[in-house]
T-cell receptor, first 112, second 111 residues
């Protein structure tokens, strides 16, 4: 158990819909990262938050957004979903001053 | 730019050593990581090495780093069936920076 919790574990939704994926980082970790894993694109960095502020942005679509709340949990919002958004979405957290980044079990999103 | 490359597949006989290779392009990479992903599971951090080190050993795992050639390897001694998984190499510039992952190497164990 990495200590990073993601919900839901599995989600099936229709095209055009909106979903929210939730991540609770390890206790005390300030940095949260979101990654997308798909068969054709591999593991792609989406966005990073540090202590509530956006820290870095990667290959995140405009239809996607994220935020980190005062209690440090984070949410990834995916809207106007397309079939190609079907993927495994990972959240990870990095400890304060640490070099280790731990990943959650991921949220499987299937868009039908 | 950042680019991390790995071979896609590796097959090894049970009991032999597995060596998974990785190359990266960014000379400012400070930390290099190995993650393991079993079928249907998340990414498990196996080990990481700081760029000023040449080698790190942790039980059956040995990481070798050739900074000059930007080459990283993971050796798994006495490979077992439970080692079947996809192994990802990743690099980071350290501090609070993100990880950039390779494509992953699928390790298959031959009985």
């Amino acid at each position: 158990d990495s200590g990073v919790t993601q919900t839901p574990k599995h989600l099936i939704t229709a095209t055009g819909q909106r979903v929210t994926l939730r991540c609770s980082p390890r206790s005390g970790d300030l940095s949260v990262y979101w990654y997308q894993q798909s068969l054709d694109q591999g593991l792609q960095f989406l966005i990073q938050y540090y202590n509530g502020e956006e820290r870095a942005k990667g290959n995140i679509l405009e239809r996607f957004s994220a935020q980190q709340f005062p209690d440090l949990h984070s949410e990834l919002n995916l809207s106007s979903l397309e079939l190609g958004d079907s993927a495994l979405y990972f959240c990870a957290s990095r400890g304060r001053g640490g070099n280790t980044i731990y990943f959650g079990e991921g949220s499987w999103l299937t868009v039908v | 730019g950042e680019d991390v490359e790995q071979s896609l597949f590796l097959s090894v006989r049970e009991g032999d050593s597995s060596v998974i290779n990785c190359t990266y392009t960014d000379s400012s990479s400070t930390y290099l990581y190995w993650y393991k992903q079993e079928p249907g599971a998340g990414l498990q951090l196996l080990t990481y090495i700081f760029s000023n080190m040449d080698m790190k050993q942790d039980q059956r795992l040995t990481v070798l780093l050739n900074k000059k050639d930007k080459h990283l390897s993971l050796r798994i001694a006495d490979t077992q069936t439970g080692d079947s998984a996809i192994y990802f190499c990743a690099e980071s510039k350290g501090g609070n920076e993100k990880l950039t992952f390779g494509t992953g190497t699928r390790l298959t164990i031959i009985p």
